[in-house]
C-alpha cells in the first residue's frame, strides 16, 4: 500500500528503529536479554512496532544493534515483513542521531520514519503512522513528531519535552517548565538536516535543534494511548491497559 500527503508528495516507504541502547532503566531483565526483545503480553516489544511498519506498507526497515547483538540478529532474520536491514554498531555505540545518520545509505535520500524501538501506542479509529504520512509537509517541515499528553499516557511521570503552537510548529520546554507534550518516539524526518554532522555518536537533540532554530519542527498529537515501557514495573501497566483495549 502506497501512502500519499494531500500535496501528493512521496511518503516514507523506508524506516529505522532504533534498537542499540543498552536498557539499563529496564534491568534486570535486560540483563540477559536486549530491551526490544523484553516481552510485553508475550511479544517482543519491537514486534508490534514492526507490525505496523508492514501493515502500511513499508518496504525496508533498517534495525541498528549493539548490546546482545546475537539475539537481535536471529530475531531479524526471522521477521517475514517488512525487509529488515541489520546496521552494526556493535564496536562503536553511535546514540540515536550517529545511529540514523549511519544508517542514511540503507534509508536513501527520500524522507523516512524514524522510531524507537520500545515506542509502544495503542491506535485510536486509524493508523497513527497513516496520519502522520497524511500530515507530513516537506515544503514546510524538516521532522514531524507524534506526540502524546495528558491522558493518553501511561507509565511517564516526567516534566513533558515540548511546547506546541497552533500550528504545530514545537519548541523546547523552557527549564523548570512543565509541559503537556511528550514525544512518543515516532517520527517522519529528512535526510539532510544529519549530512553535516560529525561521524560517531550524537543525539537525536541536535538534530531536532538545528530543525527548531529553522523552524521547520512540527508535531501531531497521538490518537489513541501512548504506553510509556521504560521499567519492569511499567510493563505490567501496559499489560492491563492492553487488555482493557480488546475488552
Do not use: C
Request: glycine share 8%; hydrophobic share 45%; net charge neutral.
Amino acid at each position: 500500500m502506497k501512502l500519499t500527503t494531500n500535496n501528493a508528495a512521496l511518503v516514507p516507504r523506508r524506516a529505522m528503529v532504533l534498537a542499540a541502547g543498552l536498557g539499563l532503566r529496564m534491568r534486570p531483565l535486560t540483563e540477559q536479554v536486549p530491551k526490544p526483545l523484553v516481552k510485553v503480553a508475550g511479544r517482543p516489544l519491537i514486534s508490534p512496532l514492526l507490525d505496523a511498519l508492514a501493515s502500511i506498507g513499508i518496504e525496508d526497515t533498517v534495525i541498528n544493534i549493539h548490546y546482545l547483538a546475537d539475539q537481535m540478529r536471529f530475531f531479524a532474520s526471522n521477521v517475514k515483513s517488512p525487509k529488515i536491514i541489520i546496521s552494526d554498531e556493535t564496536t562503536r555505540l553511535l546514540d540515536s542521531g550517529g545511529g540514523v545518520k549511519k544508517a542514511l545509505p540503507h534509508l536513501g535520500e527520500d524522507p523516512f520514519f524514524v522510531l524507537n524501538a520500545d515506542s509502544f501506542w495503542i491506535d485510536g479509529p486509524r493508523s497513527n503512522l497513516i496520519r502522520l504520512a497524511e500530515t507530513w509537509n516537506p515544503e514546510t517541515m524538516d521532522a514531524l513528531l507524534l506526540i502524546a499528553s495528558g491522558a493518553q499516557i501511561t507509565g511517564y511521570a516526567g516534566k513533558g519535552d515540548f511546547l506546541m503552537d497552533s500550528n504545530g510548529r514545537l519548541s523546547r520546554r523552557p527549564e523548570r517548565f512543565v509541559s503537556p507534550f511528550v514525544y512518543a518516539g515516532v517520527a517522519i524526518m529528512k535526510s539532510e538536516p544529519f549530512h553535516d554532522t560529525p561521524d560517531g555518536p550524537f543525539s537525536l537533540n541536535v538534530i531536532f535543534d538545528r530543525i527548531i532554530e529553522a523552524r521547520r519542527f512540527f508535531g501531531l498529537r497521538l490518537d489513541g494511548e501512548w504506553l510509556h515501557v521504560g521499567t519492569p514495573d511499567a510493563i505490567v501497566d501496559a499489560e492491563q491497559k492492553l487488555r482493557l483495549s480488546i475488552l
